[in-house]
């Protein structure tokens, strides 16, 4: 049986991202075990009850602390020594980072899974300047070899990664996202009253945090007649996290409901009419996806990842970046206008069932298993 190890920053994040392709892995054959942090330990044990093999490592997350860092780079490659899987498929930033060095090390082919580039390369900072300066060519070291292949989100950040020299051997595959589960969402659900808009996504400012505040501020004092929730909770992990003292005002402001992070998303969205993300940039988000299969529309930002993920003018609308005004026009354009914003949601559920289907991404990336570690005969 071939053996697959998955590297995640995040045991959360392979249950909401990779579970379905790790499912789909074991369906075909492949030995599964998932390398990741051992805390929260609650989705260690999901991972765990749902039939997968874990293994704890520390990956640190937010700024680079290159002595950590380095040792977490030495601590994959002896995991990698000592568990010689046939393949590692590393998720997000740090993991294809520093597990493209320890997988070359230890002489195993790779799938890097570059969901999004994340702080590090939308801040135009000095210091994010030259980290990427600095890491860039470890990031060639690591992937510009045969027996790796690279998986994007949205063709910007294919780009993006290119124009740096980070040129995979064995080629680049592209997928929507990390697909969804249909059956999960009840596209014919009526939304409540008054009308709810969402946005489901990590407390950060540079997934538009500040500018859904400052939209439902502006459409609040227009006397708009609608509640506004944010589904999901700081990180402060992440340079991006919204201060807590700015959360306190927020919520004693209380024009907007902060409700953490919810398993229950395919409910909530039964309940609400339209969702928002006005983020600076992004892979391919699943919020997205996951409001197209419940059939309402959106409104998001003409960025990368975001603008891939919907038909603009036909399942939602594109506003500029960092622009709370803009977000609040078309927030409130669709709101006072239900028949627009039921279409659209009906317009989603049909490119759900044609692009985002979880069955069809999962399929893509066992194929992508099977050509760089075929099975022996």
Known sequence: MRHLMMVVNDPGFFLSHRLEIGQAAVAAGWRVTVVAPPEPAEAVARIEALGFETLALEIGRGKIAPLRDLATTFALWRLMRRVRPDLVHLVTIKPVLYGGIAARLAGLPAVMALTGLGFL?????????LIRAVITP????????????????????????????????????????SGVDLSRFDADAVPEEPPLVVMPARMLLDKGAAEFVEAARILKARGVDARFAYLGAPDPANPASVPPEMLAGWEAEGVVEFWGFRRDIPDILARASLVALPSYREGLPKALSEAAAAARAVVTTDVPGCRDAIEPGVTGLLVPV????????????????????????????????RVFRAEEVAA??????????????
């Open 121 to 129: 390369f939308i801040s135009d900072s000095l210091r994010s300047r």
């Open 138 to 177: 470890v990031m060639r070291w690591g992937t510009n070899r045969a027996t790796v292949a690279s998986v994007f989100e949205n063709p910007d950040d294919r780009e993006t990664i290119a124009a740096l020299g980070v040129v995979p051997g064995a080629g680049v595959v592209m997928t929507e996202g």
């Open 322 to 353: 960092r622009d709370a005004a803009a977000l609040a026009e078309a927030l409130g354009g669709l709101l006072a206008d239900p028949a627009r914003r039921a279409e659209m949601g009906r317009a989603g559920r049909r490119l759900a069932e």
């Open 364 to 377: 893509r990336h066992v194929a992508l298993y099977d050509r760089l570690a075929p099975a022996k005969t």
